[in-house]
């Protein structure tokens, strides 16, 4: 099975802190996203990877960068975090084909509260 | 953008009831995944439908690409089936081939024992 690891499943932060949230999966998958999750909003994606030092915005990037340095990591950076980046933050991977049909996997997601 | 919209928004049934799911997307999709939030979180694949029918247990799954609409079945509901159902749709193509997956708000059921 697919094993995609968020580094914390619950993170307080205060308002200005540079604020790491890491993703690792165990499949070599090429893809990695990063989304948000908010109540009546759904998941909207922030940023993803498709290789190595290679990333592309998604629909909400901003505020946000993201390092991705080795295949199995995926790194989201707040620089500067504030209150309205509160949020459940959901890592998922997946695998390149040259017809993309493979589902993305998703991590158990971190709680991130900026106080 | 493309459209995704889930129904019904909530959703409350006593154990051992059965229950359909619907999803309806604005335009043509290459792909269509249905979610499984469980009440701690976790984002659970159930599957993986561009067209046609699957099953898995008691759930069941129809998308009707042409028709722009998919449906989620649950038989014989279970207090475990509680959480948030999301569909996604993959609606294009960035470069190298990752799809861009587009949810849904999500259908919230809440299974009473």
């Known amino acids: 099975d697919v094993k995609v690891t968020q580094s914390s499943r619950y993170l307080v932060k205060r308002t200005g802190e540079k604020v790491f949230l890491e993703c690792v999966q165990d499949?070599?998958?090429?893809?990695m996203f990063w989304y948000r999750q908010d109540p009546g909003l759904g998941l909207r994606l922030i940023y993803f990877?498709?290789?190595?030092?290679?990333?592309e915005k998604g629909d909400i990037p901003e505020g946000y960068s993201v390092s991705r340095e080795k295949k199995e990591r995926f790194s989201l950076i707040l620089e500067s975090a504030s209150t309205n980046q509160t949020s459940m933050y959901l890592c998922?991977?997946?695998?390149?084909?040259?017809?993309?049909?493979?589902?993305?996997?998703f991590g158990d997601g971190t709680r991130l509260s900026i106080l | 953008g493309i459209q995704v919209e889930q129904s019904p928004p909530d959703l409350i049934l006593q154990e051992g009831a059965n229950s359909t799911l619907r999803c309806n997307f604005s335009?043509?999709?290459?792909?269509l995944q249905w979610f499984h939030q469980n009440p701690w979180g976790q984002l659970i694949n159930l599957f993986y439908?561009?067209?046609g029918t699957k099953q898995n247990g008691r759930l069941s799954a129809t998308t009707v690409a042409t028709e722009r609409y998919s449906l989620l079945y649950i038989s014989s509901s279970q207090t475990t089936d509680s959480g948030v159902y999301f569909c996604?749709?993959?609606?294009?193509?960035?470069?190298?081939?990752?799809?861009?997956?587009?949810f849904g708000k999500g259908t919230k059921l809440t299974v009473n024992p």
């Open positions: 439908i561009p067209s």
């Open positions: 499949m070599d998958h090429e893809n």
């Open positions: 335009d043509s999709v290459n792909n």
């Open positions: 990877s498709y290789d190595v030092k290679m990333k």
């Open positions: 996604a749709v993959e609606s294009e193509l960035f470069q190298g081939g990752s799809e861009k997956l587009v």
């Open positions: 998922a991977s997946s695998s390149q084909t040259p017809i993309s049909n493979q589902p993305q996997h």
